[in-house]
């Protein structure tokens, strides 16, 4: 079966993953996509998500923080803010934050003078930790 290399790396922890893969499953600004061996050319932002690397017969999911995908026939390569292999993910510290960040939303929501809470920030941190969660195989709310 067809591979195509993928390497994602983060500012802090440089390289986190480099593999041969058969398929990358992963979500862009514009939705979900499916990354194969001799795909077209392709730029694009990522958001928040759990990431899924079919390799193998198998399947491994990696979270993503945000960043850019750029992908060429033979190579993806990720440049995220943040990314962590399942080993790396804290689930409590995770849950906690899935937590306070779902609260923050609901209080933004419930309220009518809301100045104090910065909805965009706590959305996108419930985001993150969901997807953290979900690369643990924990599913929340």
Known sequence: M?????????????????????????????????ILPKHANLLTELIPHAMRI????????????GGFMEVT???ITILAD??????????DRAKDAYKRAEERVTAYKQSKSSEEIDIDRAEAALARAKARLLVKGVHMG
């Open 54 to 65: 079919k390799e193998g017969g198998g399947e491994t999911q990696l979270f993503v923080s």
């Open 73 to 75: 026939p033979e190579k």
């Open 2 to 34: 067809a591979t195509i290399l993928l390497e994602v790396a983060t500012p802090d922890k440089g390289e986190v993953y480099k593999n041969d893969i058969n398929m990358l499953i992963t979500r862009s600004i514009c939705g979900e996509l499916g």
């Open 82 to 91: 943040a990314a962590e292999t399942p080993d790396d993910i804290d689930v």
